[in-house]
């Protein structure tokens, strides 16, 4: 999710409860809630090398209580005073683990067994940035400034934990939230599954949400020659004919030979649902292969990206990752 997501939710843990077990708990949720993302760092060294670290080992099961200690320290530092390590640290592991719960929901995923397993574990019910999550988080930010003032203004008492009933609301708001996107995905894979396209069995198949409503699913169709591209609306009869059908290239050297690039070793690590294309490169006998991530874009928008230069004896020129539009020709 993005870091505002992350903030919030760390602040909601905290007026819960959780700030009530250490003074400092507040600033170590928030930094802690966020901590995991310090690999976006990586992104100095090329978007290559960001494929690579971006949620990697600070997205681990591994480094989750070392990065709370981390972040227990580092307010100490600052805090300049003693503090309680225990149930500081505590609050700390929430946040982290909140951070992994939350990235796992998203198409992107992580990996949470690393070193020991390059998994990635994904629930695909959630995109990065999420309006609904965002308005139920900021309504509860603002809803204990709204109590202080009509308060202020009746001449009630101030309560003793401003805060606590409205960031319950939002976290369970967003355990239920997340839980009916879960089932709902599960009934567009399954609405997926259940068809025949062009009179092929499908391989396998995905659904990524929508940006809005939780009943629209993008899916990925993948049978033996073609991915689809298919929109469902669970509230309508759905058309398996219909769609955007992409054929896959046929095995071929200059796929090969891209291959064996750092750029694409790297990318297809990554990526899930890879469709790959082979035109004319830039130059007169010159070659250019595209593998592009069909979870993040299609060919008339393309997202995650590798792409290859290479002339006709198939030495390759340049390879790179990209997460836009490959470069003009």
């Given amino acids: 999710m993005d870091n505002i997501t992350h903030t919030l939710t760390g602040l909601m843990l905290s007026r819960a409860g959780l700030n009530r077990v250490s003074p400092e708990a507040t600033w170590v949720l928030l930094l802690a809630a966020n901590a995991p993302d310090i690999d976006v760092s990586s992104a100095l060294g090329g978007s290559l090398t960001y494929l690579h670290y971006h949620r990697h ?9 070392v990065l709370a200690a981390a972040c227990v320290l580092a307010v100490r530092v600052l805090a300049r005073r003693p503090m309680a390590w225990k149930p500081a640290y505590l609050a700390a592991l929430a946040g982290v683990a909140s951070h992994l719960i939350l990235d796992s929901t998203n198409v992107y995923g992580v990996r949470l067994l690393l070193p020991f397993s390059e998994r990635w574990f994904r629930l695909d019910i959630t995109n990065v940035v999420d309006v609904w999550i965002w308005c139920a988080l900021f309504l509860a930010v603002l809803a204990p400034l709204l109590a202080k003032l009509v308060q202020s203004e009746m001449g009630g008492a101030q309560k003793r934990y401003p805060g606590q009933a409205s960031a319950v609301a939002a976290l369970v708001f967003l355990l239920l939230y997340d839980g009916s996107r879960y089932f709902l995905h ?4 399954a609405t997926l599954e259940s068809r025949i396209y062009g009179g092929a069995q499908p391989r396998r ?8 409503s939780v009943l629209r699913w993008r899916g990925i169709v993948e049978t033996a020659s073609t991915y689809r591209i298919m929109e469902i609306n669970l509230l309508e009869e759905f058309d398996a004919a219909g769609g955007r059908e992409f054929f896959k290239a046929e095995p071929s050297d200059a796929i090969e030979a891209a291959n064996r690039t750092e750029a694409f070793r790297e990318f297809l690590r990554f990526s899930s649902y890879p469709l790959w294309q082979v035109s004319a490169g830039e130059g007169e006998n010159s070659i250019r292969v595209e593998a592009m991530d069909l979870r993040f874009g299609d060919p008339s928008a393309p997202g995650f990206a590798a792409v290859a230069d290479m002339d006709r004896r198939l030495q390759v020129s340049r390879a790179w990752f990209t997460f836009g539009p490959p470069r003009p020709r």
Wanted: hydrophobic share 55%.
């Fill in 186 to 189: 599960e009934r567009a894979v």
């Fill in 57 to 65: 080992l600070t997205h681990s099961l591994l480094l989750l209580p």
């Fill in 205 to 212: 198949v995905a659904a990524a949400p929508g940006p809005f």
